[in-house]
C-alpha cells in the first residue's frame, strides 16, 4: 500500500533529480535513491538495520532494498510518471488513468524483494531446504503458479482501493494521447512480484519523453489493475522481459525494450549504459545511456564477460552475471584468503546486501571474532563501523574493494552490530552484490555484446563523458576474460589461508554451531570515521 509521506517524499525528490540531459550519443538520467522494505515504505534516510529485541531471538534485516526513482512523460498529452528504474528486469510500465487499484497487506518481517516472479529467477539459486533462517528471512518468495492467470484471484490479504492510491505518482490516460497505439498482437500483459504486489494491463506503443528528448514508439505496459504504486523502468536484457520468460498462449518473443529502441532512434550509438551510485552517504545516482565519464572511476576500466548460467535453456544470459574467482579480507598490514573457488556473481543494483555462500560469511564472520546469535546472525565488534579494513572481490582479475564498515549493520539503539552478509547454505555457486558492492564499482553495462566492464570508483561532481561507439573506450580485457570455470558446487570449506597474519593465528571455533570454520582477529586496524550505509 502507499503511504502518503512516501508519495510526497518521491514526488518533491524525483522532480529535482531527474532532470536528464541529451547530447553527442548520449543521455544522462539522474535518480533519486530511496531504501525500505517495499517500495511504498522506501525513504531517504531507510538504512539498513538489524531489528528486533536484545535476546537475538527475533532478529531480522530492515530496509534491505534500494529503489532508484525518476520522472518519464506520456504520450502526446505528456502525463507525468514518477517511475522506479531498475536493472534487474526489462519493461517499461505504468499505471492507466483509471487503474482498479488493490491495497495488499505487507507485514515488515517478510522479505519484500522486488523483483518479477520468474519459474527460473536467478535469486532461486539461493532457495533451499537447508536454508539458515537469516537467508529464509531475506531471500524472495516464490509463486510461480500464479502466473497462470492474468487476474488474481481476490484473496484476504488485499483490497479494493481508491485508484489515488495507485496513480499519486503519475498514470497515463490513453484516450488522451493522439499518438498511442495498442498493440493487438502482445499477449496481455502480467507481472508479479516477490511481495505479491502485482500488475496487469495491455501492451502498447507512444512516445516517451526523458526531459527534452522525445523518444517515438517506445513499447509500455499499461496496467489497469494492480496492487502496486508505482511503475518501473525496466533496462535490463531483453531476455528478462517478461514477454520472453513465460507465455503460455503465444511463443515467447522479445521487443526493442527502452535502451534499445534508444539506439533504433539515433539517441545513443551503443545498447550500453553506464552506473554510478556515488558515495555512500548520497541520495542521488547516475544512469548514463550510451556512454562512460571517465571522472567516475580510478585506474583501468577492464571488461568481464556476463555469463550465461542456463545456456541449455537460453541462447543468450538473461541477467547480469559475472565470474567471482576469489574473495579477501584485510587492511594495510595483511590479508586473509576468504576463498578461491569461482563463482556466478549477479550485479544487482537494486539489493542492498552481499549474498555469499554460507562457507563465505563462516570464515569472514570468524575472522572477525563474530558470534552466531540464536537468530543466527553474527554479532560483531562495533568498531568495525570505523575499520579501515575491506574485502576484496577479484571478478576474473578486476579487484575491487569494498569497505568493510560498508558490511556493518547496527541494531535500533546502536548498541550492537551485525555481520551484514546473507548465506546460503544450498551449495550452489552463485552470489549476489548488491550496493554495498556496487557503490565502491563503476559499472558500464554492454547489452549489446554481454559485457560489463568495471573499475573501481571515483566519487567526483566532475565530468569527463565519452560515447561509446562500438567498443567501451579506453576498456581492456580483464586477465581472467577467457579462463572463467564454474564448478557445480562449492566446497565443502573455503579455501582460507592457514599462516598466521601478524600476531593473531586461524583456529577453529565451536561457535558457528555445525558449521567448521577458521577464526582470526584482524590486527592494525585503526578507526577511521566512515560512516557505514547499506
Known amino acids: 500500500m502507499l503511504y502518503l509521506p512516501y508519495a510526497a517524499l518521491l514526488a518533491s525528490v524525483v522532480s529535482t533529480m531527474s532532470t536528464p540531459q541529451v547530447q553527442n550519443k548520449h543521455l544522462k538520467l539522474d535518480f533519486s535513491v530511496l531504501r525500505g522494505d517495499s517500495r511504498s515504505s522506501a525513504t531517504q534516510d531507510g538504512y539498513a538495520k538489524v531489528v528486533g529485541g ?19 512523460k506520456i504520450g502526446s498529452n505528456g502525463n507525468q510518471n514518477s517511475v522506479l ?31 518479477p516472479v520468474f519459474a527460473h529467477h536467478h535469486l532461486r539459486e539461493f532457495e533451499s531446504d537447508g536454508s539458515t533462517p537469516t537467508e529464509k528471512i531475506a531471500k524472495r518468495a516464490y509463486n510461480a503458479t500464479s502466473f497462470a492467470s492474468s487476474t488474481p484471484a481476490a484473496t ?15 498514470s497515463f490516460n490513453t484516450a488522451d494521447s493522439g499518438s498511442f497505439k ?21 501492451w502498447g506503443t507512444d512516445y516517451v519523453a526523458v526531459g527534452g528528448l522525445n523518444v517515438s514508439d517506445v513499447s509500455i505496459a499499461i496496467a489497469n489493475k494492480t496492487s502496486s504504486e508505482v511503475g518501473v ?33 539515433g539517441v545513443i550509438n551503443k545498447v550500453a549504459y553506464s552506473l554510478y551510485l556515488n558515495d555512500t552517504n ?18 583501468q576500466l577492464q571488461t568481464v564477460p556476463i555469463i550465461n548460467t542456463r545456456p541449455q535453456i537460453r541462447k ?23 576463498a578461491n573457488d569461482t563463482l556466478y556473481a549477479l550485479l544487482d543494483s537494486g539489493t542492498t546486501l552481499t549474498y555469499l555462500p554460507y562457507t563465505y560469511v563462516d570464515a569472514i564472520a570468524a575472522s572477525l571474532n563474530g558470534k552466531v546469535t540464536n537468530s543466527e546472525f553474527y554479532e560483531v565488534s562495533c568498531k568495525y563501523n570505523t575499520s579501515s579494513a575491506f ?78 561507439s562500438s567498443t567501451v573506450p579506453s576498456a581492456v580485457k580483464a586477465p581472467g576474460y577467457s579462463s572463467t570455470s564454474f564448478p557445480s558446487f562449492i566446497s565443502t570449506h573455503p579455501l582460507i589461508s592457514t599462516t598466521p597474519l601478524s600476531t593473531a593465528g586461524l583456529k577453529s571455533s565451536a561457535e558457528s554451531k555445525a558449521y567448521y570454520f577458521a577464526k582470526s582477529l584482524l590486527i592494525g586496524i585503526v578507526g577511521v570515521s566512515l560512516i557505514f550505509v547499506l
Open 85 to 115: 528504474v531498475d536493472t534487474g528486469s526489462s519493461d517499461l510500465w505504468i499505471m492507466a488513468s483509471d487503474v482498479s487499484c488493490f491495497i495488499q497487506f505487507r507485514s515488515s518481517k517478510r522479505s519484500i524483494e522486488d523483483f
Open 156 to 170: 484476504p490479504w488485499q483490497w479494493s482501493a481508491n485508484p489515488s492510491v495507485c496513480t499519486s505518482l503519475g
Open 391 to 468: 574485502v576484496t572481490y577479484n571478478l576474473s582479475g578486476v579487484q575491487i574493494n569494498a569497505p568493510l564498515s560498508d558490511l556493518i549493520l547496527s541494531n535500533e539503539k546502536g548498541t550492537k552490530c551485525y555481520l551484514g552478509l546473507v548465506s546460503s547454505t544450498s551449495g550452489r555457486p552463485v552470489a549476489i552484490l548488491g550496493d554495498s558492492f556496487l557503490r565502491h564499482a563503476y559499472v558500464v553495462y554492454n547489452l549489446e555484446d554481454y559485457e560489463i566492464s568495471l573499475a573501481p570508483v571515483k566519487y567526483s561532481n566532475s565530468e569527463n563523458i565519452e560515447a561509446i
Open 233 to 265: 523502468l525496466g533496462i535490463g536484457l531483453t531476455w528478462l522481459e517478461v514477454t520472453s520468460i513465460f507465455n503460455d498462449t503465444q511463443p515467447a518473443y522479445t521487443y526493442e525494450n527502452f535502451p534499445v529502441r534508444l539506439k533504433s532512434t
Open 316 to 338: 543468450n544470459p538473461i541477467a547480469f552475471y559475472v565470474g567471482l574467482d576469489s574473495v579477501t579480507l584485510g587492511d594495510s598490514k595483511q590479508n586473509i584468503s576468504i
Open 54 to 72: 536484545d535476546n537475538y531471538t527475533t532478529l531480522y534485516i530492515a530496509n534491505k532494498k534500494n529503489y532508484y526513482s525518476s520522472t518519464l
Open 282 to 299: 548520497a541520495s542521488s545516482g547516475t544512469v548514463l545511456f550510451g556512454a562512460v565519464d571517465h571522472a567516475k572511476y580510478s585506474g
Open 182 to 202: 495498442v498493440n493487438t498482437t502482445a499477449p496481455d500483459f502480467y507481472v508479479e512480484y516477490g511481495d505479491g504486489s502485482y500488475a496487469s494491463g495491455i
